[in-house]
């Protein structure tokens, strides 16, 4: 399993986005419920330089109790604190399922809400209380049936999950791109993608569409840097090895 997964599944299910936060931390990024603005997880990207491969992490606010069930691969939270933050070691995750299960009871408890039932009448001291004073809700934004053009449902369903290291995805890269190389689109979007070299197995819907339309105006003869997701590199090639520039990028050498 990848990050990006549990990212996609959010923003389908609860309209959640990626929240990156620290420029200092570019692969550090929160999942925010938009009707509570709670945080429910927080997704760390860091790369291994011995290993050569990229460490995923997720701490989710699904309660500690979830550690003594069966669910593998979880652990105390590796960057928040308290009893409601569990930890899971994403790479060696096997059944994505069980981790949105996580997060889908992450959401539930935030969204809890309780009363206090007086029994006993007996006259008491009046006294001040302050509680939690909820923020007013974010309108939340239509759940419309995103249009998926069946060329790019075509091209996800070509990922193949295998280990996770360098090698692997390496190759999905290159079938994914090789696949795409004569595609073209005309639905543009504007946003900032701040990663170590993305895939296009780390993009949304939204951001794919974005990125082929930019690259059908560039091979058009629009200008390289004429909005849209620009990418690293213009040819279906693996994404480099190593550290890479924290300036939002597109696709890390998307197919020609």
């Given amino acids: 399993m990848e990050l990006a997964e549990l990212a996609a599944y959010a923003e389908e299910k609860y309209r959640m986005r990626e929240e990156h936060k620290w420029a200092e931390f570019p692969g550090f990024s929160a ?3 938009p009707d509570t603005g709670k945080w429910v ?18 701490d989710i606010k699904c309660g500690r109790e979830t550690l003594s069930g069966r669910i593998p691969d979880l652990s105390a939270p590796f960057r928040m604190k308290g009893e409601k933050w569990v930890g899971v070691k994403i790479e060696e ?8 299960r996580l ?10 809400q309780g009363a206090t039932i007086v029994l006993n009448q007996a006259p008491v001291q009046q006294k001040v209380v302050y509680g939690d004073t909820a923020l007013p809700r974010r309108e939340r934004r239509p759940m419309m049936d995103e249009a998926v ?12 999950y295998q280990d996770g290291s360098f090698e692997g995805k390496c190759r999905n890269f290159y079938r994914q ?24 197995h780390d993009l949304n819907i939204r951001q794919l569409r974005g990125y082929f339309t ?4 560039v091979r058009r003869g629009a200008p ?33």
């Avoid at 997880?41 to 997720?58: N, S, T, V």
């Avoid at 053009?149 to 193949?160: D, G, H, S, V, W």
Wanted: proline share 10%; hydrophobic share 30%.
């Fill in 149 to 160: 053009p069946e060329k790019i449902r075509q091209m996800l369903a070509l990922y193949q």
């Fill in 31 to 33: 999942l925010t419920d």
């Fill in 224 to 256: 390289r840097g004429s909005g849209g997701t620009a990418p690293a590199a213009d040819r279906p090639d693996c994404p480099p090895k190593g550290r890479g520039p924290r300036r939002p990028a597109g696709p890390g050498g998307a197919g020609r």
């Fill in 177 to 200: 791109g090789k696949f795409m190389e004569d595609y073209t689109d005309d639905e543009p979007w504007t946003g900032d993608i701040q990663r170590y070299f993305p895939t296009y």
């Fill in 93 to 100: 995750v096997d059944s994505p399922e069980a981790v949105f």
């Fill in 214 to 217: 930019w690259r059908t105006g």
């Fill in 41 to 58: 997880a927080l997704l760390m990207r860091q790369w291994d330089f011995d290993a050569g491969m990229e460490i995923q992490r997720c």
């Fill in 103 to 112: 997060l889908d009871r992450a959401v539930a408890a935030g969204r809890q």
